[in-house]
């Protein structure tokens, strides 16, 4: 099998998250070949299309990571979410509702290894389509994101994401845009640490709270 990937690089912006990529699996190709020969290119083939996988996404990472060195320093904590089936349908949700930016998406058809269920990426039958790893960002925050065992429900049980806005009328947009479909948990109200606060719980179970950040005198 001979993969064929390109990786394309948007020229670099200011800010924290660098230049924009795109990973993109072009076209996989079975060579035919007879006996013993084609045993030894298939597991060469394997550990090449490994070893250039590997390289292709540590190449995407360095550019995508591009920190300053006080920055490179730093720890990052990073949400990963997983939507069962529906990433896909979230992202898009979430471009309307806050704006959010695709970094990356893979599908499991695009995935260099064979399902195995020792180890790996196990793909459930039907779900070649479905996405098996994703990149967006939201404001400066980037969240990761995948159809997991694609089992239909998502259910995201004792966290929120924190999203912090800067004026009212920001809080408002975006509470009203997550509530669309999903639960208020508390419509937006002053507290005693925030101008303005609100929680909802969205059409996919992920739970945000909204926020005015408070101004520093």
Known sequence: MVVIARIQVNGAQSGAHGARTSLEVLQTVNCDMPGRARQTSAAVTMWTSRIFFARLLWTAYTITSRRTKKEMTM???????FFEGRTEEAIE??????????????????????P?????????????????????????????????????????????????VYDKESCEKAFH??????????APAKTF?????????????????????????
């Open 75 to 81: 720890a990052q904590i990073q949400p990963y979410l």
């Open 93 to 114: 949700f979430y471009k309307d509702a806050l704006g959010a930016r695709v970094e990356m998406l893979m599908r499991f058809r695009d995935n260099p290894e064979p």
């Open 116 to 164: 195995s269920g020792e180890g790996g990426c196990v793909q459930k039958p039907g779900s070649e389509d479905k996405v098996m790893h994703a990149a967006f960002w939201v404001g400066d925050s980037l969240i990761m994101a995948s159809d997991g065992n694609n089992a239909g429900k998502p259910e995201f049980k004792g966290i929120s994401l924190s999203y912090s």
């Open 177 to 186: 845009a997550l509530s669309a479909g999903g639960q208020v948990v508390m």
């Open 193 to 217: 640490f925030s101008e303005l606060f609100a929680m909802v719980t969205d059409r996919f179970g992920v739970t945000w709270m909204i926020l005015v950040v408070p101004r520093m005198p």
